[in-house]
């Protein structure tokens, strides 16, 4: 048994190594998605489509993104069925190479490399966008837009497009649609006790990214905000340097933390949010056909994340359930809790509403609209 593994495994290696070799990484990519590799017909069968789509297509676009092809398991990134979609909505006019796992960077590096036209598609957070558009930094300010469903609703709206997506197109960008993760939660490294209140918090080193919105929320609501690079966050979470950390469940899973921590609260405080963002210029060389089918394909994908969603989480739980984790649900008393110390309607926030939305009552509009039901159902924590 163990011997036919391991032929099975240096099988799948051979096949890996010949795809990359002969400059076919997307189908290399392709293929172990699929569970393909282990078999040299399938591999072959799967290179040579790749080679044909390619060859057939009038654009080749390089998609981007910072998590491994498997990631969607737990962390619903959807980046081979937008690649898939993409193809088949234009008709085979688009070929999409993929370039997976942080291959040519994350985050605010692909932000750069798509502005600049060096790659014509990449996933990165929401919060990337800020520095080009503003109010797009709205999704952290606490409860206004932290469950799912009001996270979905904003992003969808008429009101999100006509204040927020202009502002991204001046900087050179199309927003081709929103990936919804799931909401931040607080994470307790091992030894630590459950938080379920906001006293719980009290004491607590929470480990914060740069957001000043974060910060402030989390010095809010009793803890005391520890800004640490992303990099070097599972060894302060380890050390003691922080005790706990707002990532989603799916990320926390995807990045290696089941291992360290002791509990998980769903306070529904901000959403873990992506995008996938288009160079402007590239896009608007298109013809039209394409364009609508590139359009399309991004709402099909869409459709899919949603749905994605609920299982993504479960897989996530279950595998840190099984490290020890404890999970802890909230009742709607005490969310009230949490957003009656820290939520977007303290007078606290206001500065910032004006700051990043333009006006009250532009910030207002986006308000109603992050409460009102869309054309989108997806599943809450």
Excluded at 135 to 159: K, W
Excluded at 201 to 211: C, D, E, L
Aim: with cysteine.
């Amino acid at each position: 048994m163990a011997r036919d593994k391991m032929e099975r495994i240096s099988e799948e290696r051979r096949n890996f190594l010949k795809l990359t070799g002969a400059g076919g990484f997307t189908a290399a990519m392709v293929a172990g998605a699929g569970g393909m590799l282990w078999s040299s017909e399938a591999v072959a069968q799967t290179a040579r489509e790749e080679r044909e789509r390619e060859e057939a297509a009038e654009h080749t676009m390089t998609l981007a993104t910072a998590y491994v092809l498997g990631a969607s398991r737990s962390y619903p990134i959807m980046q081979l069925d937008l690649k898939e979609n993409i193809q088949n909505a234009t008709n085979g006019k688009v070929y999409v190479k993929l370039a997976p796992g942080g291959q040519l960077g994350a985050g605010g590096a692909l932000v750069q490399a798509v502005q600049a036209g060096t790659i014509q598609c990449a996933q990165h957070s929401l919060s990337n966008f800020a520095p080009f558009a503003s109010a797009a930094d709205l999704i952290n300010m606490p409860y206004f837009c932290g469950s799912n469903q009001r996270f979905t609703n904003l992003v969808t709206s008429e009101a999100w497009k006509s204040e927020v997506h202009p502002k991204i197109e001046t900087a050179g960008f199309k927003a081709l649609f929103y990936i919804n993760i799931d909401p931040r939660v607080v994470a307790v490294r091992k030894g630590g006790d459950a938080v379920i209140t906001p006293a719980d918090m009290a004491g607590i080193k929470f480990r914060v990214p740069g957001s000043k919105m974060l910060q402030q929320y989390y010095r809010m609501v009793g803890a005391n905000p520890t800004p640490v690079a992303w990099g070097e966050t599972p060894s302060a979470i380890k050390q003691g340097v922080a005790d706990a950390l707002d990532p989603s469940v799916g990320a926390l899973f995807v990045f290696g933390f089941k291992d360290i921590l002791s509990h998980v609260t769903f306070t529904q405080a901000v959403p873990d949010s992506q995008v996938y963002s288009m160079n402007l210029e590239w896009f608007n060389s298109l013809s039209s056909d394409v364009q609508e089918g590139i359009e399309f394909a991004g709402e099909l994908t869409a459709h899919q994340n949603l749905a994605k969603v609920p299982s993504a989480r479960a897989y996530a739980m279950a595998e840190l359930v099984k490290a020890g984790v404890e999970f802890h649900s909230l009742t709607e008393d005490q969310l009230a809790e949490w957003q009656a110390a820290g939520g977007y309607q303290r007078s606290e926030w206001d500065e910032f509403k004006v700051e990043l939305a333009g006006s009250m009552d532009v910030f207002a509009r986006l308000e109603e609209a992050a409460g009102t039901m869309g054309r989108y159902y997806v599943h809450d924590a």
